[in-house]
Structures are given as structure tokens and as C-alpha cells.
Nanobody, 115 residues
Framework: QLQLVESGGGLVQPGGSLRLSCAASGFTLDSYGIGWFRQAPGKEREGVLCISPYANSVKGRFTIFRDNAKNTVYLQMNNLKAEDTAVYYC??????????????WGKGTLVTVSS
């Protein structure tokens, strides 16, 4: 059974850091584009960062990187702000796409940034 499971969410103070994990079972992640998306209450799901198939890492405001030995993709988030509060989802697709174009989704992990 193909499955993605996110973990690592929680409550963090503004300026703090979290590392989210996206672990796969039933398929190998390195040949897929892996995207992190988020959805805040009352808002549409939006893309955070995406890593193309076989790429090792992508740096933006956050950093996404792979550990192929663990079949896991991570999202390192530093200097978090209150507006980063949302449910974070990882998704896998043949390439980085908008949400409708991704094939497999996890159930999400909640990130709350608050003092």
C-alpha cells in the first residue's frame, strides 16, 4: 500500500524552528517530486517548497532535503512566524506540480507558531 506519513509538527514560539518529516512506504521517494503544502484555517492549500525527482535539496526561506536511506523527505523550517501556522502536508508526484497534479498525499501535521 502506497502511503505518506508526516510527523514533526507541534507548537513553537515565533523565531523558533521545526523539522517536518515525510516518510514513504510502498514506493521509493527519490524518483518522485516531493512537495510540502500547507493549509491555514479558512484559506486555500498553498505550496511551500518542492524538490524535483533525484534532487537532493532545495533552499528557500525553508529547506527541503532527502534522506534516501530512510526513504524520507524533510522540511526544515527556521525563524517561524505566526503566519506559518497551518496544517502541513507532503505530496508525491512525477514532478513538482500544483496540488491537483500530485498523486499521493499524507494526512498532514499541524504546526502552530505562537507565544
Amino acid at each position: 500500500q502506497l502511503q505518506l506519513v508526516e510527523s514533526g509538527g507541534g507548537l513553537v514560539q515565533p523565531g523558533g524552528s521545526l523539522r517536518l518529516s515525510c516518510a514513504a512506504s510502498g514506493f521509493t521517494l527519490d524518483s518522485y517530486g516531493i512537495g510540502w503544502f500547507r493549509q491555514a484555517p479558512g484559506k486555500e492549500r498553498e505550496g511551500v517548497l518542492c524538490i524535483s525527482p533525484y534532487a537532493n535539496s532545495v533552499k528557500g526561506r525553508f529547506t527541503i532535503f532527502r534522506d534516501n536511506a530512510k526513504n524520507t523527505v524533510y522540511l526544515q523550517m527556521n525563524n517561524l512566524k505566526a503566519e506559518d501556522t497551518a496544517v502541513y502536508y507532503c505530496a508525491a508526484g512525477r514532478r513538482c506540480e500544483r496540488p491537483a497534479g500530485m498523486d499521493y498525499w499524507g494526512k498532514g501535521t499541524l504546526v502552530t507558531v505562537s507565544s
